[in-house]
């Protein structure tokens, strides 16, 4: 059962950090490209990190310089160090995995974690 599981979002005031988790059980990690995007109410789904299955690294614009993609394969574990919040951050922050890195490949999704900055 291939499944994705995010844990670590939370409050946080501006200028704060979080760190975000995605436990892979079901498939390997490193066949895949690994992505997080955010949701804010009334917003469409957007990109905020990906890890392509290369290793390259893409980061979108507004999050450049604060935010961190990695992964521990060892643990099937993604990860999204958060640093210099901002309340524009403010989303519902959502795990995916598939063949690429764009939405429309992504095929397998995590719940989603609450990020909230105040």
């Known amino acids: 059962h291939v499944q994705l599981v995010e844990s670590g979002g939370g409050s946080v005031e501006a200028g704060g950090s979080l760190r975000l988790s995605c436990s892979a059980s079901?498939?390997?990690?490193?066949?895949?490209?690994m992505a997080w995007f955010r949701q804010a109410p009334g917003k469409e789904r957007e990109s905020v990190a990906r890890?392509?299955?290369?290793?390259?690294?893409f980061y979108a614009a507004s999050v450049k310089g604060r935010f961190t993609i990695s992964q521990d394969t060892s643990k099937n574990t993604l990860y999204l160090d958060m640093n210099s919040l901002d309340v524009s951050d403010t989303a519902v922050y959502y795990c995916?995995?598939?063949?690429?890195?764009?939405?429309?490949?992504?095929?397998?999704w995590g719940q989603g974690t609450q990020v909230t900055v105040s």
């Open positions: 995916g995995a598939g063949q690429y890195c764009s939405l429309s490949y992504i095929t397998i």
């Open positions: 079901g498939y390997t990690m490193r066949n895949y490209c």
């Open positions: 890890l392509a299955r290369g290793g390259t690294i």
